[in-house]
């Protein structure tokens, strides 16, 4: 295994993209549907539609991705089994990794009316916004334990490097949610419901599709799973232990735009569904460079579970070579044709005119927020949780600040200041952390390799 990480950097430059290329078009695929459930609800009725579809959105964003780590928990130490050539130790994780989505999402389920209420509460918004983020959100909330299990079923694919079929799993699952929304809305006329009804359609389907393929790709010849193997009380203890920080890691980014919203919700409608809008060109910069960020999970846990530091060190420099690429092309494309994206994606005047003041804002972020992004995916491959938790927590801190000194004097303008002053803390707090996870790698006798 250790010899087959260690390759040349010329070939690491067309690995990464091997693995990375298919990863960007899954990733992508999903701020795509958020860009049409964003287009179908900014052509219904009002600039409240759309609000309360980016209310409804925002609040999935915390019960779904807050439990993130069953994805990024999964690749992480999947990867590093991966690198051990430990099969055994692959299927366990995989398997507690379900258990615990699928208990997540039975109680989310059990306590879905009164989390819908007070969390939406908390984010704010007019009366009408607030009526259609819960209209929205009861009609998704439904499918949340296969939602979450499909973060599992991700995580496995990324770890073991199966990323065209990782691909074909999110083109399923994106493709019926798009012709959901389109059949609900349009041909059933369900409305602000059938936009959130079709994304739990898409859910539930997405983890028929995602089990056959677990199934299918399982490492044969292994002897029957025992109970005591997956409730082994070292491997839980980690499993909770990476899953905590990691959870409290999403907290705080969850907290970061949660904050972001509410202020942009106290300054009308208008900016808040602007705003909204806006965050589609972050949400899908976001997924684009994750794309980066998810192969570097993958190959700096299989280089630690292989013990080749130089594998690591290849894997971070090249990764992060192509995010920077990426990132640029990013903000060249928001800068030149952002207003005609932002008129794709509503026909009502007063919100396209907030977006356009501004997209200065959302066209500089990808450039500000690549290192935080790719940092991220290696401390996650790592499975460093601790750090990666800590020094989101800083970010945190250090954007609470900016938008108090910055939204008074400069209203929105100052909020997304703050946001970009937010994604550049996340790269600078986890830079001086990274030569600790090169250290830590031992790296085994030639004879032994």
């Given at each position: 295994m250790s010899r087959r990480l260690a390759t040349a950097p010329a070939g690491w430059h067309r690995r990464v993209l091997q693995l990375a290329f298919p990863i960007v078009l899954a990733n992508?695929?999903?701020?795509?549907?958020?860009?049409?459930?964003?287009a179908v609800a900014g052509h219904l009725h009002s600039a409240a539609d759309l609000g309360g579809v980016a209310l409804g959105g925002l609040f999935f964003n915390f019960v779904f991705w807050g439990f993130g780590f069953l994805r990024m928990g999964t690749t992480g130490l999947v990867a590093q089994a991966f690198g051990a050539a430990d099969p055994n130790a692959l299927r366990a994780n995989v398997v507690r990794a379900l258990l615990l989505a699928f208990a997540i999402g039975a109680?989310?389920?059990?306590?879905?009316?009164?989390?819908?209420?007070?969390?939406?509460?908390?984010?704010?918004?007019?009366?009408e916004v607030q009526r259609n983020a819960r209209v929205y959100s009861a009609a998704r909330?439904?499918?949340?334990?296969?939602?979450?299990?499909?973060?599992?079923?991700?995580?496995?694919l990324l770890g073991t490097q199966r990323v065209r079929i990782a691909l074909a799993t999110?083109?399923?699952?994106?493709?019926?949610?798009?012709?959901?929304?389109?059949?609900?809305?349009?041909?059933?006329?369900?409305?602000?419901?059938?936009i959130g009804a079709a994304t739990a359609t898409a859910d539930t389907l997405g983890f028929v599709f995602g089990a056959g393929v677990l199934w299918y790709a399982r490492p044969r010849g292994l002897s029957p799973l025992r109970l005591a193997t997956v409730v082994d009380p070292a491997a839980l203890k980690q499993l909770v232990a990476i899953n905590r920080d990691i959870f409290l890691r999403t907290m705080c980014l969850l907290g970061s735009f949660g904050w972001f919203a509410h202020l942009g919700a106290r300054q009308g409608d208008a900016i808040l569904a602007a705003n909204a809008l806006l965050l589609n060109f972050q949400t899908f910069m976001a997924y684009g460079l994750d794309g980066f960020a998810h192969a570097a999970e993958a190959l700096v846990g299989a280089a630690i579970?292989?013990?080749n530091r130089d594998a690591f060190q290849h894997a971070v420099r090249v990764t992060m070579f192509w995010s920077v690429i990426g990132a640029a092309a990013f903000t060249i494309v928001y800068w030149v044709g952002g207003a005609w994206i932002i008129d794709r994606l509503t026909d009502q005047e007063p919100v396209r005119t907030a977006a356009r003041t501004f997209l200065p804002w959302a066209a500089l972020s990808p450039?500000?927020?690549?290192?935080?992004?790719?940092?991220d995916g290696v401390f996650i491959g790592a499975t460093r949780t601790r750090e990666l938790m800590q020094a989101m927590a800083v970010s945190l801190g250090v954007f609470l600040v900016a938008s108090w000194l910055l939204v008074a004097p400069f209203a929105n303008h100052g909020l997304w200041a703050a946001l970009l002053v937010f994604m550049a803390s996340?790269?600078?707090?986890?830079?001086?952390?990274?030569?600790?996870?090169?250290a830590a790698i031992r790296v085994p006798a030639a004879g032994m390799q």
């Open positions: 992508l695929t999903q701020p795509i549907l958020g860009a049409v459930d964003t109680v989310v389920l059990v306590v879905q009316t009164p989390l819908i209420h007070y969390a939406l509460a908390a984010i704010g918004g007019s009366d909330i439904g499918s949340a334990p296969f939602a979450l299990a499909n973060y599992v079923v991700l995580g496995y999110q083109v399923f699952v994106n493709a019926v949610n798009v012709v959901a929304v389109l059949v609900y809305v349009y041909v059933f006329g369900w409305g602000i419901a059938g579970g292989a013990r450039v500000v927020s690549v290192w935080g992004f790719l940092l996340r790269g600078l707090a986890l830079s001086p952390l990274l030569p600790r996870i090169a």
